[in-house]
């Protein structure tokens, strides 16, 4: 039988040398198999374990639950966020009011790419919007986590070396393992009929897709922000507001940048 992956988080209540050695004895005499430990918060433990069975858990859970020096937080199977957690020593950011919605700073470069790597593991149509100033590393972490996941990245729109608007794709660009960059303010500001034409196409592909500036292209497309399955937003520090109007004339005020048209 195929052992499961669990995912353990503990506060500590009575800080004493050798906790954690207990507990890892414990985890030891149950049969339990420890995958990563790390701190995730302050005065927080996260653990990846593998059990045999389900009974392995409760007894687990039982025990914990008598300790004085811990109080268990979670005990489930992992999610994203709590392998991350583990893997980075933090836990990412959600929006309190909406859960699609994660936060990053930009000293967070690392973990954000790796969070979006796994998202664009998943197989299947992805629409994924991505929200930040300008040269904030938005596009650089695409392109980086899909180096990440093993995807081959494809510009729609893009200001990345100068305004790169596409009008068609060659035929196997087609491709459901393809990710899909689109700049909605590009798109917006620049694109004719036959680049929203290959937009929508590119929606219908059961593949990954990521618009940067989500907003302005909801503004002006048949599509919403509830099409979207994930929001990203990056910031220089936590503080920052991002202000669309900004960004429109950042990205338009030099009169010497030129642009492509495929």
Same mark, same amino acid.
């Given at each position: 039988m195929n052992k499961t992956e669990w995912y353990l988080e503990y506060e500590i209540q009575k800080n004493r040398p050798g906790l954690l050695g207990d507990i890892s004895s414990l985890l030891g005499m149950l049969s339990i198999n420890i995958v990563t430990i790390?701190?995730?918060?302050?005065?927080?433990? =996260? !653990?990846l374990i593998l059990a045999q069975d389900y009974e392995q858990i409760e007894r687990l859970e039982s025990i914990l639950k008598t300790m004085d020096t811990i109080k268990i $937080?979670?005990?489930? /199977?992992?999610?994203? %966020?709590?392998?991350?957690? #583990? %893997? +980075? @020593? *933090?836990? $990412?950011q959600r929006d309190a009011d909406d859960k699609k919605t994660f936060r990053f700073v930009r000293?967070?470069?690392?973990?954000?790419?790796?969070?979006?790597? /796994?998202?664009?593991?998943? /197989? =299947? +149509?992805?629409?994924?919007?991505? %929200? @930040?100033?300008p040269r904030v590393g938005k596009t650089e972490s695409i392109?980086?986590?899909?180096?990440?996941?093993?995807? *081959?990245? !494809?510009?729609?729109?893009?200001?990345?070396l100068k305004q790169t608007v596409r009008n068609q794709l060659i035929e196997d660009e087609y491709n459901e393992n393809n990710l899909f960059i689109i700049d909605g303010i590009v798109s917006t500001r620049r694109a004719n009929e036959r680049h929203?034409? !290959? #937009? %929508?196409? $590119?929606? *219908?592909?059961?593949?990954?897709?990521?618009? /940067? +500036?989500?907003?302005?292209? #909801?503004q002006n497309t048949e599509y919403t922000l509830d099409d979207f399955d994930y929001f990203i937003e990056l910031r220089n520090d936590p503080e920052e507001e991002i202000k669309y109007d900004v960004v429109r004339n950042t990205m338009f005020s030099d009169?010497?940048? =030129?642009?492509?048209d495929f």
């Open positions: 790390n701190g995730v918060d302050e005065g927080r433990r =996260g !653990l $937080i979670k005990l489930r /199977e992992p999610k994203l %966020r709590d392998r991350l957690a #583990v %893997r +980075h @020593g *933090r836990y $990412i000293d967070e470069l690392g973990l954000l790419v790796d969070f979006m790597a /796994e998202l664009f593991k998943q /197989e =299947g +149509h992805k629409l994924i919007g991505i %929200r @930040g100033m392109v980086a986590s899909s180096v990440c996941a093993n995807k *081959r990245w !494809l510009f729609v729109s893009s200001t990345l929203w034409q !290959l #937009v %929508r196409e $590119i929606m *219908r592909l059961p593949a990954v897709k990521v618009v /940067e +500036h989500p907003d302005v292209f #909801v009169s010497d940048f =030129g642009g492509f």
